[in-house]
T-cell receptor, first 112, second 115 residues
Framework: GQNIDQPTEMTATEGAIVQINCTYQ??????LFWYQQHAGEAPTFLSYNVLDGLEEKGRFSSFLSRSKGYSYLLLKELQMKDSASYLC?????????????WGAGTKLIIKP | DVKVTQSSRYLVKRTGEKVFLECVQDMDHENMFWYRQDPGLGLRLIYF???????EKGDIPEGYSVSREKKERFSLILESASTNQTSMYLC??????????????FGAGTRLSVL
């Protein structure tokens, strides 16, 4: 079957660093996405990994290991506005080119 | 700037009513999607469309239908609303070009309550 796992909830302190993990089992693999979703709002795109390694974009970085079926999103210098849910999604190459398989999301709570 | 607009943020309907959820995108995207989002579950795909008048079932199409008469508009229809269709509904679109392929842009969502 196809499955994406990520922690349900995490708590971190303002100014600190947090790592949100995502593991996946899919029939094929053709890219992994991270999205941010504030409560009551639309998910917004954060990052895309298709090759192994680290992609850095400002305070946010995303890592992928295809052999391990594993990714993480790293958030540095946490700000209160980073309190949100973070969604991991995988494009399964065996399905439609446009469909994504979504994790349930990790709710990140930032404390002062 | 990318824009996906859903016609309503909140809707309250009664069991058995026919419900229309509208989504419009202004990016000339070929592909459009309807998801529902429930607590503890990932986004679940209801239907998607890769061209005008074309549609494909997603993972949970039962009780829903869709219409795509124009490229910019994708409608989700609940033929006879039931209480288990109470949910947040999200529309998304994506182009098919280059690395931007599959970056899905979402509307703000419609929170539907069926009483």
């Amino acid at each position: 079957g196809q499955n994406i796992d990520q922690p349900t909830e995490m708590t971190a302190t303002e100014g600190a660093i947090v790592q949100i993990n995502c593991t996946y089992q899919t029939s094929g693999f053709n890219g992994l996405f991270w999205y941010q979703q504030h409560a009551g709002e639309a998910p917004t795109f954060l990052s895309y990994n298709v090759l192994d390694g680290l992609e850095e974009k400002g305070r946010f970085s995303s890592f992928l290991s295809r052999s391990k079926g594993y990714s993480y999103l790293l958030l540095k210098e946490l700000q209160m506005k980073d309190s949100a849910s973070y969604l991991c999604a995988v494009r399964d190459a065996t399905g439609s080119n446009y469909q994504l398989i979504w994790g349930a999301g990790t709710k990140l709570i930032i404390k002062p | 700037d990318v824009k996906v607009t859903q016609s309503s943020r909140y809707l309250v309907k009664r069991t058995g009513e026919k419900v229309f959820l509208e989504c419009v995108q202004d990016m000339d995207h070929e592909n459009m999607f309807w998801y529902r989002q429930d607590p503890g579950l990932g986004l679940r795909l209801i239907y998607f469309s890769y061209d005008v008048k074309m549609k494909e079932k997603g993972d949970i199409p039962e009780g829903y239908s869709v219409s795509r008469e124009k490229k910019e508009r994708f409608s989700l229809i609940l033929e006879s609303a039931s209480t288990n269709q109470t949910s947040m509904y999200l529309c998304a679109s994506t182009s098919g070009e280059g690395r931007a392929k599959n970056i899905q842009y979402f509307g703000a969502g419609t929170r539907l309550s069926v009483l």
